[in-house]
């Protein structure tokens, strides 16, 4: 069968749910503890309808412009209890798009963004939930803040009436195997864990880690969201 097709995508979804399962029930969790986020970027509309035929209601998008006609459609085709997820870089300055019916957005990578949509947001009477993302590895290619400025960033955070902060994201460095991503997970846990003790009215429960390649060891690592694309939808359609 060609990867895509309805019955490919009803049994990849089945089959990362499965393993999200396993993953959970290795280290004492759920699986109603894991959100699966489809990522349909660069997917067309058919693959959301296939999935949310399958049952899948959590989907990610990484560019804002791609997104919005995808909830119109979805809108227009009464898919209307999908729940979209922002994952991408978003520029500062089209920071005003980023506003809107979405469930979450996880890629608010510096304080000048989390600044802008919380503006945004008040400007446009909403409250948007997000997720700060971390550069935990380091990379240079990565975005995110570095720990250090995480935890300067957080009173400020705190004080935003527009975005409310539920938890951190993180990418895992490209590695061959997905083992090696285990510190990178770990330590956005315990991250979060350092910023709870230091900050007793912060509750950030929400942790957005692991891919195709590694979002079992991101589960077994506490992931309460996994964002996986190509083990759904197959190779990206560009
Ligand atoms: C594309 C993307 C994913 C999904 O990647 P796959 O390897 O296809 O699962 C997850 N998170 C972000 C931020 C992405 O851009």
């Not at 280290?27 to 986020?37: E, N």
């Not at 909403?126 to 009173?155: C, D, I, R, Y």
């Not at 938890?167 to 195997?177: D, I, N, R, S």
């Not at 330590?187 to 390649?213: A, D, F, I, Q, Y």
Request: one cysteine or more.
């Amino acid at each position: 069968m060609e990867s895509g097709t309805p019955a490919v995508i009803a049994a990849n979804l089945a089959m990362v749910r499965q393993r999200i399962a396993a993953a959970a029930q290795r280290v004492g969790r759920t699986a109603s503890q894991i959100t699966l986020v489809a990522v349909s970027k660069t997917q067309p509309f058919e693959a959301i309808e296939t999935a949310y035929a399958a049952g899948q209601r959590d989907f990610g998008e990484n560019r804002v412009e791609e997104l919005w006609p995808k909830v119109e459609q979805a809108k227009q085709q009464g898919l209307a209890d999908i729940r979209w997820h922002l994952i991408g870089t978003i520029q500062s300055r089209k920071s005003a798009n980023a506003i809107g019916p979405f469930a979450l957005i996880h890629s608010v990578d510096r304080l000048k963004l989390a600044n802008r949509l919380n503006c945004d947001a008040i400007a446009a009477g909403t409250v948007m939930e997000v997720l700060l993302e971390v550069n935990v590895s380091g990379e240079e290619s990565k975005h995110g803040f570095t720990p250090q400025e995480l935890l300067a960033a957080v009173p400020e955070c705190m004080a935003y009436s527009g975005v409310r902060v539920a938890g951190l994201m993180t990418m895992a460095p490209f590695v061959a195997e997905a083992e090696e991503t285990r510190p990178v997970f770990r330590r956005l846990r315990e991250l979060r864990e350092r910023v709870t003790l230091e900050h007793p009215g912060v509750v950030w429960p929400e942790l957005s880690m692991g891919m195709t390649n590694d979002f079992e060891v991101a589960v077994e690592e506490g992931a309460t969201l996994v964002r996986v694309g190509s083990a759904i939808f197959g190779a990206r359609q560009y």
